[in-house]
């Protein structure tokens, strides 16, 4: 058809034809211009260079490699600083070559570095993960690791699913007996688990995630209160191996209320926070005379019952 004319519909055997020879001339036009690019005469386009990243494995962009590797830095980070002191890991090393190296040669480096140093290895069959997800996934069937000791988030993780497996088997009366369920039954409903920190309830499922940001928060709370005025961590309930659900439960409650609130200096009740303990404090007739507690700690104690409530919900 002619330019500016309406295209007629795409039907019949003369259209079909018609665009066999556009697709046939399509070809040997490419055809002729990598004949030329060969002998010399003309450039034609390639794949965007790629390079391995040392950190995590990944390929990507040579001319965005920058942006990828501070990304990757920070989120090495984030992981590493969730893990207990003794189990962290140093950011691996950047490969070191010279200005002359090749691409090829730069990728080899950098996956090597990737494969020794940012890998998870197993510790008893030795192979090597992309992270620790995986190599625990990777150890529950792994025979060379059952009698392999255990680090302190594989022994929370272990409480946990010992938890969860005996709340589950309980049957009926099980089901009802956990403070997260409304009705026996097994009727499906999410088992939770009170923690010994806040006090809240939370999903076994999660609750290594929640501990841990519980630990964080209060640390953070003590370290804004004067040093006297500074409590310890409220210490994780130790119960048998056959402890059920309710029995993990019970124990983690009792040391919520005895190290976890924050008690009247007058009348001796406990309060979820130092602000709320200040408030009943004003009205308290056995703490008339006494001092309140300090700003900082009432004011971090609030953010501690916040930030541990948005993962206990």
């Known amino acids: 058809t002619c330019r500016g004319r309406a295209t007629p519909p795409p039907f019949g055997e003369e259209w079909a034809d018609r ?31 790629s390079v391995c990243c040392y950190i995590c494995g990944k390929q990507c962009l040579l001319s ?10 920070r989120a090495w980070e984030d992981v590493e ?9 140093p950011l691996p090393k950047k490969p070191e070559l010279g200005a002359d190296a090749s691409l090829e040669e730069r990728n080899a480096a950098a996956q090597e570095a990737y494969n020794n140093e940012a890998k ?35 022994k ?31 009727g499906g409903q999410p088992k939770s688990i009170c923690c010994y920190i806040c006090g809240k309830q939370c999903l076994i499922s999660s609750f ?14 003590q370290a804004a209160k004067p040093p006297k005025e500074r409590k310890p961590l409220p210490r994780k309930p130790e119960v048998g191996e056959g402890a059920s659900l309710q029995e993990r439960n019970a124990a983690a409650q009792e040391a919520y209320n005895e190290e976890g609130k924050a008690h009247c200096p007058g009348c001796g009740r406990g309060f979820k926070d130092e602000a709320t303990m200040a408030k009943h404090m004003k009205g308290c007739a056995a703490a008339a005379g006494l001092p309140p507690p300090s700003a900082a700690g009432g004011g971090g104690a609030g953010g501690l019952g916040g930030g541990a409530g948005g993962l206990g919900a």
């Open 19 to 49: 665009a066999r020879a556009r697709a046939t001339r399509a070809a040997r036009c490419f055809s002729r211009r990598v004949d030329r690019a060969f002998s010399g005469g003309e450039h034609v386009r390639t794949m965007p260079a």
């Open 64 to 73: 965005s490699f920058a942006i990828h590797e501070k990304a990757c830095i």
């Open 81 to 89: 600083s969730q893990k207990p002191l003794k189990e962290r890991r």
């Open 120 to 154: 998870v290895a197993c510790p008893g069959c030795g192979r090597s993960f992309k992270d620790d997800a995986t190599m625990q996934r990777h150890r529950k069937g792994c025979s060379a690791a059952a009698n392999c000791p255990t680090s302190n988030s594989d």
């Open 156 to 186: 929370v993780n272990e409480f946990v699913n010992k938890a969860l497996a005996e709340s589950g088997g309980a049957g009926g009366g099980g089901g009802g007996g956990a403070p997260g369920g409304k009705k026996g039954g097994g």
């Open 208 to 221: 290594g995630i929640h501990e841990k940001a519980c630990i964080r928060s209060w640390e953070e709370t």
